[in-house]
């Protein structure tokens, strides 16, 4: 019985998604969370099952597209601020005229910046 309602429960996201618009974060997250349950099926991992199990129905009962988009904007915000520091930080090192440190905080600025874009 139980086995009957997983597959319900499975052909139901599957549905729900491939109707639902690209742009539909929760339902694309709902679906990512499924194919994990599906791999840990596959491969035995009943514990991680489980888990994913409990993930997949907060998703489905408190997941908006509000709350994503400002959990994504709180991530971008926190890369911003990520850069700022780095920027703050080279320039310090540029004060103290050491070469190595410039080179790495103009390295740790660059991956910075580069997390920002992928972010936004």
């Known amino acids: 019985m139980r086995f009957h309602h997983f597959l319900l429960l499975t052909l ?19 679906q990512e969370i499924q194919q994990q349950i599906d791999y840990a099926t ?10 994913l199990k409990k993930a ?8 908006t597209e509000a709350g994503l ?23 310090e090192a540029r004060q103290i005229g050491k070469q190595d440190k410039i080179s790495n905080k103009q390295q740790k600025l660059a991956e910075a910046q580069k997390e920002l874009k992928a972010a936004q």
């Open 12 to 30: 139901s996201l599957c549905t729900f998604s491939a109707f639902s618009a690209t742009a539909d974060g929760c339902a694309k997250k709902a």
């Open 42 to 51: 596959q491969h035995g991992n009943s514990h991680r099952v489980q888990g």
């Open 56 to 63: 997949l129905n907060k998703v489905q009962s408190d997941c």
């Open 69 to 91: 988009k400002a959990e994504h904007q709180k991530k971008i915000t926190e890369k911003q601020n990520k850069v700022a520091e780095r920027e703050q930080e080279l320039k």
